[in-house]
Nanobody, 125 residues
Framework: QVQLVESGGGLVQPGGSLRLSCAAS????????VGWFRQAPGKEREGVAC???????YYADSVKGRFIVSRGDVKNVVYLQMNSLKPEDTAVYYC???????????????????WGQGTQVTVSS
């Protein structure tokens, strides 16, 4: 059974950093693309970053140069390093997976049938 669990969210001041983790079970992450999405209050969910099975990253324009998606040294974990955080980055962040998922240049994973429960990131002074 596929399960995804995000962690690492919290409250951070503008300009600060956080690292989110997505731990998976039920499949081998290294063999598939994995995506990060976020949803802010009153807004639609949007793709943030995606990493292919060959570890090639793709990012939304809004986070390019600030966020880094990577595969962990620990098996079955994908990270999202978020630097230079802005108040507009405040959202619930989710990781997503699909056996047929493909990373889009915009940072989305399509399709995306499996989701974690999400982790809240709040950027505020």
């Amino acid at each position: 059974q596929v399960q995804l669990v995000e962690s690492g969210g919290g409250l951070v001041q503008p300009g600060g950093s956080l690292r989110l983790s997505c731990a998976a079970s039920g499949f081998i992450m290294d063999y598939y693309s994995v995506g990060w999405f976020r949803q802010a209050p009153g807004k639609e969910r949007e793709g943030v970053a995606c990493i292919t099975d060959r570890a090639r990253p793709y990012y939304a324009d809004s986070v390019k140069g600030r966020f880094i998606v990577s595969r962990g040294d620990v098996k079955n974990v994908v990270y999202l390093q978020m630097n230079s955080l802005k108040p507009e980055d405040t959202a619930v962040y989710y990781c997503a997976f699909d056996y047929y998922g493909v990373c889009e240049p915009t940072g989305s994973l399509i399709p995306n049938d499996y989701w974690g429960q999400g982790t809240q990131v709040t950027v505020s002074s």
